[in-house]
């Protein structure tokens, strides 16, 4: 398998993530999306969206977005499982995911915010874009885990939910948010961050690391 990435793309972190805890091989495939990477030619005919990550699997298949490539890895190895339960906490999992991933990943990624820079916003204001979207869904994140058993956000062992949270903290502190008001976030997290995985597929830990 070939992934392709950025060593600081949230999506990107996400699918490494998964790919550790279940102990499956991808060949790194970089791209510097400060560099415009994800435009070349040859890239978009791989993934017409000009996003990362990208999947090129054993057989050949392509497969873009993280949580469908993720989604694919359960179905295909599914041993650790990271959609585990009933269909009610498969549920919950997927709707804490998607919190992160389809609603303040979203708004405050690289190629959102060149478009607030485009159209003249001061630093100050893209950057408190940014800072403001993570702040509002990691709160609504945090009431989400509120009621539910740790030390990860859905019991004893990471899921597809742990594995959206870390990068999107890691996000956070790289644009200033105070996360003192999110303890059963970081709680999630500092159980993540003691596993080799997770440690692993850390952003400093890529080989096209800046």
Known sequence: MRLHGYFRSSAAWRVRI?????GVAADPVP????????????YLRLNPQGLVPTLETDDGAVLTQSLAIIEWLEETYPSPALLPGDALMRARIRGFAQAIACDIHP????????????????EEAVTGWARWAIEEGLAACEALVAD???PFC??????????CLVPQLGNARRFGVDLGAVPRLLQAEAACLALPAFIDAAPERQGDAE
């Open 31 to 42: 791209h510097h999306l400060r560099h415009g990477g994800q435009r070349a030619p040859d």
């Open 154 to 163: 859905f019991g004893a062992a990471p899921t597809l939910a742990d594995l």
């Open 18 to 22: 998964a790919l550790h805890l279940k």
């Open 107 to 122: 708004v405050q990624n690289l190629r959102v915010l060149a478009r607030l820079r485009q159209l003249a916003l001061p």
């Open 148 to 150: 539910t058993p740790g």
